[in-house]
């Protein structure tokens, strides 16, 4: 079965604090243990980045759900393509929220100090979820719900 990866940036809705983030990873693990999909989650100066990695009809359908969703807005897709294999296999959703450990990330690629989704391409978005993959170990939130 072909599988595909997934780029979007969004922005979170006023009312989009970290019990609703809570709420969103809650369903979001669920969901995509059922979906077989794997990715990562980042939140930053309120706005996401996420990368979504499973079969292309799954990350197809979740990817439409979270259009949907009136808990962020200006939704752009920067990336879909292939994959021959997962990165972040292991992950349900990672959570990386906001913190000082990234700021030489969005240095390197957004030449500021805080993340700007409009410097994300479609030429440098995967290379930066890399680099939020390495700083898993660090970075990672489980969220109040665990998971
Ligand atoms: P239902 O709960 O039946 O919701 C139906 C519709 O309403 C969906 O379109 C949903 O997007 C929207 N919705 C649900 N709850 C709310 C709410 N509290 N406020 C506003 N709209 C709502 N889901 C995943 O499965 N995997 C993910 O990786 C994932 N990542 C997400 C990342 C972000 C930044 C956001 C905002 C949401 C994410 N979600 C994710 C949640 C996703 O949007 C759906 O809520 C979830 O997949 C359940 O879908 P459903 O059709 O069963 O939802």
Known sequence: MEQSKLIYTSTACDHCDSAEI????ETARRVNLEK????????????????LEGD???VEEIYSRITQDDRHTNIRLVDTASIEERKFADWAMAYIPQSDVLVPIHLKFMDSTE???EAITADNATDIVWELY???????YEGSSGG
Not at 36 to 51: A, H, K
Request: charged share 5%; no cysteine; proline share 6%.
């Open 115 to 117: 993340f700007n989704p």
């Open 56 to 58: 292309t009809g799954s």
């Open 134 to 140: 390495a700083q898993l170990p660090s970075a990672h």
């Open 22 to 25: 809570d709420k969103i990873l």
């Open 36 to 51: 077989s999909i794997t990715g990562v989650l980042y939140f930053s100066s309120n706005y996401f980045m996420q990368y």
